[in-house]
């Protein structure tokens, strides 16, 4: 099964490099559909699940799916962070992101292989993990209700020092990663916002591997769900990169999300302590999951819509008065 779906994986990623091989700047119908192709063919697999008898399974899947997409979706506002720090031209961008977020899946990869060993040997794991997702969703709350302003992209550590090891070139080389000047190879700035989204999305694995394995501790269930999420991001980036300032209550919801897991995953490392517990069933946190998104999505629109409709009001030129208009005449 894992070589079959990994073999899967490998071919519709070749095919989607194949398509959009020749740079080029991606209308909204062509990652409308390709938005469409990634969201099908996970409802098939977790469909395909049951069919195989692993009604379980399946329901773990759709619920790790939907946490991975809302907090990929969070994780697009930094990727364009990225894009406008580095001035990537927006013919290379999906090119940017395609590398970039394979990058990121194989880190994401290595990660899981990690995370399911240490389950497997220390079940007192899931407490950490759990206090960490509340934690986090604390921590996103301040986040949002704070009134500071949005920060600028900051190159890592990781991510400087292959910069001063290899060096930079001034400009963009097309899709060339690598080119010569004065007989070394330095990198081009292509190569460096590659590695730029893909290093970044390894901070944000930290909440995510945590948060899915709070729905299944099945590694196959935890990487299809993030491989699926993963590789429709690219599409997602520039379907609704317009409309990522309108999700105004996105950080709001995917804090009570991951708050819900990190409290799913304390009960479950005490029914395993021998603690006489409730747990929370798939099918509750598939349900708390989707509501929550879905107030979170209407209630962000209802904001982005007064605010639109009050900063109008307030930019229009006050109404001439009836003694003054001879003068406005004159």
């Known amino acids: 099964m894992w070589v079959v779906t990994v073999l899967g994986l490998l071919a519709l990623i070749s095919v989607d490099f194949l398509i959009g091989r020749k740079p080029h700047d991606v209308s909204v119908k062509e990652a409308g559909i390709w938005t469409v192709v990634w969201v099908v063919l996970a409802v098939l697999f977790g469909v395909g699940l049951i069919f195989m008898g692993e009604s379980q399974a399946s329901g773990e899947f759709f619920a790790g ?10 994780n697009l506002f930094v990727f364009v962070l990225i894009m406008a720090k580095f001035s990537v031209p927006s013919h290379l961008q999906q090119r940017v992101l395609l590398v970039g977020v394979l990058i990121a899946l ?9 995370g399911a060993a240490i389950i497997s040997t220390f079940s007192w794991v899931f407490f950490i993990f759990g206090a960490f997702l509340i934690y986090t969703a604390w921590k996103l709350i301040k986040e949002a209700s704070s009134d500071e302003p949005e920060e600028e992209f900051e190159e890592n550590r990781l991510l400087k020092a292959v910069e001063k090891r290899f060096g930079v070139a001034d400009r963009y080389h097309g899709t060339k990663l690598f080119i010569r000047v004065n007989g070394k190879r330095v990198l081009t700035p292509l190569m460096v916002v590659m590695l730029a989204i893909g290093t970044t999305d390894l901070l944000f694995a930290l909440d995510s591997i945590p948060a899915i394995f709070g729905l299944t501790q099945d590694p196959y269930i935890v990487f299809t769900a993030n491989a699926f999420a993963l590789m429709g991001l690219r599409q997602l980036y520039f379907l609704i990169g317009g409309l990522l300032k309108k999700l105004v209550h996105l950080s709001y919801g995917l804090s009570v999300i991951l708050g819900f897991i990190g409290v799913k995953l304390i009960l479950h490392a005490l029914h395993e302590s021998g603690v006489h517990v409730p747990e929370i069933s798939i099918p509750v946190s598939l349900g708390v999951i989707c509501g929550v998104l879905v107030i979170t999505t209407i209630t962000s629109l209802i904001a982005s819509r007064r605010l639109a409709a009050a900063e109008q009001s307030a930019g229009e030129q006050p109404s001439v008065d009836e003694g003054d208009k001879d003068s406005v005449k004159v």
């Open 106 to 114: 194989v880190m994401r990869a290595i990660f899981i292989a990690a």
């Open 65 to 74: 799916y939907i946490t991975e997409k809302s907090l990929s979706v969070d």
